[in-house]
Structure formats: C-alpha cells, structure tokens
C-alpha cells in the first residue's frame, strides 16, 4: 500500500540557523517513529547544512526547483547533479508560485521531470487551479492538462518514482483549505487519470499529495481521504511541532 508521505516547503523563508534548528527538531521526532515518510523543502543555499543537521534521522531532502539543462552558461540556475551531490533525494517541480510568478510552462517542467529522474531525484509534481478556473468548472480540465503536459510524457518505471500533489492555488498561503469532500473529487480524478494514461498498477502504488493550508486542525480529516496519500505543507511546515503533528495525522498504510 502507499505510505503516507508528508513534504515541508519551507519556499524563501528562514535563514541557516532556523533552517538548522527545524531539521534538527524534525530529525528527533522522525527518529520517534512516524508512520508517515517525511521530507523538508529548504532553499538551495541552506541545503547543505540541513541535510548535516539530518544526519541518519529518517527525514528526506528535497530541493524546491532544478535546471533541466547538466551544466554550463545558465547563470543563477542548479543542476541535478548538484543536488545528488548534496544527498537530495526529491525535488518539487512545478509549483503553482513557479507557475503563476516565474512563468513555468508544462514544457518546461516535463523537461525538468526528466532530468530529475535521469538523475536519480524522486520529482514532486504540482498541479492546480486558480480560483478562476474552479468557478468557470475547470478544475478537471486544467489539472488533467497539466498532469499530461508535465508527466504524461514518462515511461512506466519513471513515473513510478514521481510523487503528485494537487494544490489548488487559491487554497495556498490563503487560509481557505479545500474541503476534504472538494480535495478528495479530484485526488480521485488523478488517480482515474494514472490509470487510463499509465496503468492500474501504477495507479494504486503513485502517491497524490494535497498542498494548500494544510494545518495540525484539519490534517487528520484530509489526510483521512481515501486517494489522499499525505500533504506538502507550507506555512505550517515552518514550526517543528505543527509539521510533526500533520505527519502524525496521516494514517497507517494497510
Ligand atoms: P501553504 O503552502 O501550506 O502555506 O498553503 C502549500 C504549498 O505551497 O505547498
């Protein structure tokens, strides 16, 4: 079965000695035992020193965005082999604040999917709709398309490696957390959509992470969803003790 698996974002936020004193309190409660796989999200500069601050704790790295391009004259961007050099096992690609802010097309984060996975890094892949779209009734539409454009490219045992989370974007940062019932239609959505693109097998083994204010209060009922398989936290995941407490929240797998 999918083992739960809860990501924090930690975005721009912080600075080294924050970045460090949250690894460490997160590596102490990981090393307690959490039925939950968890990772943190820190900025590519603090990467480093969170992952000493880790050490053997069962905590994953991940980076929040990589070049597709192995090396050379592409000023101000990190490559995948920089990040396996830093013991980053994930990479969150496509966020709807790359999206919407920096201008990221599904091209480009289907490019970015396959060199991730060429390299060995487990990408986590957003998809979601503006508020806009959901009252047009276009939140199938746009979060199908999406999904095609950035993953429906991969072969079989690639995709298996990727984690999905859909993020509504008017639920990130906002406070307005889609209802579980809301999260839950379109979590269901996607996996029909694994199935009918890639296979039933895939369909029940990739993991659907919901991101958008999830918090310690309404964790458990999310996390509860049946094809909801963990959350991508932002805000939240900024404090050691309402991280811990949304990784608490998600189920047992079985
Ligand atoms: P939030 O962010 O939890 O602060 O809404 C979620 C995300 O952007 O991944």
């Known amino acids: 079965m999918r083992r739960p698996f809860v990501a924090g974002n930690w975005k721009m936020n912080l600075n080294r000695q924050r970045c460090v004193e949250l690894a460490e309190g997160l590596s102490a409660g990981a090393a307690a035992g959490l039925a939950a796989e968890i990772a943190v999200c820190p900025p590519a500069v603090y990467l480093d020193a969170v992952r000493q601050a880790i050490g053997d704790a069962p905590v994953g790295l991940a980076a929040q965005n990589v070049y597709f391009e192995d090396n050379g004259a592409y000023t101000g961007e990190i490559s995948t082999q920089m990040l396996t050099d830093l013991g980053c096992q994930y990479v969150v690609l496509g966020h709807s604040e790359r999206r919407h802010i920096l201008g990221e097309t599904d091209v480009d984060v289907a490019k970015k999917v396959s060199a991730a996975l060429a390299a060995g890094i487990k990408p986590i892949v957003c998809v979601g709709e503006t508020l806009e779209e959901r009252e047009a009734d276009r939140t199938t539409e746009v979060v199908s398309s999406q999904f ?3 993953v429906g490219h991969l072969s079989d045992a690639d995709f298996e490696q990727v984690v999905i989370a859909y993020e509504p974007v008017w639920a990130i940062g906002t406070g307005k957390v ?9 979590h269901a959505d996607l996996r029909k959509l694994i199935e009918t693109s890639y ?8 993991r659907i992470q919901y991101g958008g204010s999830v918090k310690p209060e309404n964790a458990v009922e999310l996390l509860g969803q049946p094809n909801i398989d963990g959350a991508l936290v932002g805000g939240a995941s900024l404090e050691v003790e309402s991280f811990l407490a949304i990784a ?3 189920p047992i797998a079985g």
């Not at 889609?178 to 379109?186: G, I, M």
């Open 148 to 150: 095609r454009g950035s």
């Open 178 to 186: 889609a209802t579980p019932e809301q999260a839950e239609a379109v």
């Open 199 to 206: 296979n039933a097998d895939l369909a029940s083994k990739v």
């Open 248 to 250: 608490s929240a998600a």
